[in-house]
């Protein structure tokens, strides 16, 4: 049977290795919505026609006690603010998990001593 500290340290570097760039990771989440330029004639945002223009992104971050800052972002920067917010819900889901096996590891520590 393999010696458990060695398993859970193993599981450990396993997890540390999949952790994003730091540098990159970007709070919050992205919506959309269509604007409304409000020019007299305007053919997309005329009263019971058209769909406004846009879409337009906003990363909406919260900033705790019910407030709110939304961010506009231009059309080429949403990829790149996309793959951040996927670092940054992956670097949580990794710290969870490798809190998870310290956890383990202080048990088993424990055990021993
Ligand atoms: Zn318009």
């Known amino acids: ?3 458990s500290l060695a398993r859970l ?8 290795r999949q952790i994003p760039d730091p540098s990159t990771v970007l709070p919050g ?6 604007g409304r330029c409000n020019k007299p004639g ?3 945002c005329e009263k019971g026609q058209g769909k406004g223009h ?8 919260s900033l705790g006690s019910r ?10 920067l949403k990829k790149e603010v996309e793959e951040s917010l996927r670092a940054f819900a992956r670097m949580r889901k990794l710290l ?8 383990e590891l202080l048990k088993e520590r424990k055990r021993r001593s």
Not at 9 to 16: C, E, P
Not at 29 to 34: E, P
Not at 54 to 61: E, K
Not at 96 to 103: F, M, S
Request: proline fraction near 7%.
């Open 1 to 3: 049977m393999k010696d």
């Open 9 to 16: 340290t193993a599981a450990r570097q396993q997890l540390l």
């Open 29 to 34: 989440s992205l919506l959309s919505r269509m």
């Open 42 to 44: 305007c053919r997309f």
């Open 54 to 61: 846009g879409p337009i992104w906003i990363l909406s971050v």
């Open 67 to 76: 407030q709110v800052r939304q961010v506009p972002i231009p059309r080429e």
């Open 96 to 103: 969870k998990q490798i809190a998870q096996v310290n956890l």
